[in-house]
């Protein structure tokens, strides 16, 4: 018994530790712009596409658990398997948007419970477009300063 109550106890204190470091928004704008560095700084492109790419995302959030993420759902594919997937992914490597904590529940629940959040990338770019001539001619590949 006096194990699980410690467990409580370290789990509660690690919790309030946790919620004490995180950079809580203020107001709403504060809240999307969080929102989209943390989604942001979580999401790994697919290292190879053709083109460019666009994916939107449904999140749904906790009404229990202010920031806990209940269902991700892609509502407009790239038409990229391995793109849409990253989108997915971003979300499981956020785990709980902590920062939305610092909102009232009203501004919570109206303008978060439930968002759509676009990604986008651009596929490579194609050789030449937007360098000047030298800029493209010194990006070719060179042997002994002949392009090849």
Known sequence: MRTIATIVLLSLALSA????????????????????????????PPAAFSVA??????????????????????????????FDKTAI?????????LTLKGLENSEYRDFFRKFIIQFEAE?????GVGLSDEEFVNSLPSHNGHIQ
């Open 17 to 44: 530790f946790a919620d004490s470091h995180v950079d809580l928004c203020s107001n709403i704008g504060d809240c999307r712009k969080k929102i989209h560095s943390i989604i942001t700084d979580n999401w790994e």
């Open 89 to 97: 992914e971003a979300f499981s490597k956020t785990g709980t948007l």
């Open 123 to 127: 596929g490579p770019p194609v050789p």
């Open 53 to 82: 790419n666009v994916a939107k995302v449904s999140v749904t959030l906790s009404t229990q658990v202010i920031g806990e993420i209940e269902s991700v759902e892609i509502i407009e594919s790239s038409g990229s398997v391995a």
